[in-house]
């Protein structure tokens, strides 16, 4: 249990662990994994989905009720910069969830391309690389964000 002033979140002993990856898939090789990435989140509802290491270049994830992620050393979720046309589009979102947690990886966006108005894509800064809304007993721990809106 992790305690911190008025935080304190459990992890679950002996829930399932989605193992977020591709066989074979070299570190630096930028590859789209937001069907298998939201595949793991939806699976790993109650659980711990682990993303591997390697540049996962995603549309917007959604997080499920006590889910907890970490990111093997070297994993990243980059947005697609192909996506996002959204207004308020996040690489990953949890809204009105509970227990959540969210551990030492990175996540990059591509600022820049939400500022200008090109490829049909409005103008936001409301892109954001984690977005919390209603939710409820959450740790963000040891996490880099880049290039995100806010």
């Known amino acids: 249990m992790k305690q911190g002033g008025r935080f304190s979140w459990k992890v679950a002993v002996g829930l399932p662990v989605v193992l ?8 630096d090789v930028r590859f ?14 109650g659980g711990r989905v682990t993303i591997a290491k390697g540049v996962w270049k995603v549309d ?31 690489v990953l979102s949890a809204s009105n969830v509970t227990d959540i947690a969210v551990r030492g990886g990175t996540i990059r966006m591509h600022r820049q391309d939400y500022l200008d108005k090109k490829d049909g894509r409005l103008r936001s800064q409301w892109r954001h690389g984690l977005a919390l809304r209603g939710a409820r007993n959450v740790l963000v721990e040891d996490m880099k964000f880049y290039e995100c809106g806010g």
Not at 61 to 80: K, P, S, Y
Request: with cysteine; hydrophobic share 45%.
């Open 32 to 45: 789209d994994g937001t069907t298998t990435l939201q595949a793991a989140l939806d699976a790993g509802a």
């Open 60 to 90: 917007p994830a959604f997080i499920r009720d006590r889910t907890e992620i970490v990111f093997e050393d070297g994993a990243e979720l980059e947005a697609n910069p192909e996506g996002f046309f959204g207004i308020a589009d996040c």
């Open 20 to 27: 977020c990856a591709l066989l074979s898939v070299a570190a």
